[in-house]
């Protein structure tokens, strides 16, 4: 299992819209075609920031390949909404990363 996660660096002044289209639009369309599943939204504590705020949202997918297809089909245009609709007052970047099961084997 993969988890795409994308970490969000959000201007105050923006922060209640942004976060209300993340809930009411980007993840829903984010969730179009299957690809991705379990999407969770955390606010990250440890990094204070005078003026803005930082907000991880993750998705999982059972493969790469989903990922890339997600990328080409959604992924592209919904960064392309983000950036026309906060210009600089929402940054930024995703990272990858693979769920190591914990259970003894």
């Known amino acids: 299992m993969f988890i ?9 002044s923006v922060e209640k819209d942004a976060i209300y289209f ?5 993840i829903p369309k984010a969730l179009e075609g299957d690809l991705f599943e379990f ?3 955390c ?3 440890n990094i204070p920031q005078e003026g803005s705020s930082t907000y991880c ?3 999982e997918t ?6 890339e297809k997600w990328k080409i089909s959604l992924g592209d245009a919904l ?3 983000i950036a026309l609709r906060f210009k600089d007052r929402v940054l930024a970047f995703a990272s990858l990363m693979e769920d190591l ?3 003894a084997e």
Do not use: G
Not at 22 to 26: A, C, D, G, P
Not at 62 to 67: H, R
């Open 4 to 12: 795409y996660n994308t970490t969000f660096h959000i201007d105050n």
């Open 43 to 45: 606010r990250l504590l």
């Open 22 to 26: 993340f809930q009411t639009e980007y």
């Open 57 to 59: 949202l993750q998705f």
């Open 62 to 67: 059972d493969s790469l390949e989903n990922l």
């Open 79 to 81: 960064s392309k909404e």
């Open 101 to 103: 099961s914990l259970a």
């Open 39 to 41: 999407p969770r939204m």
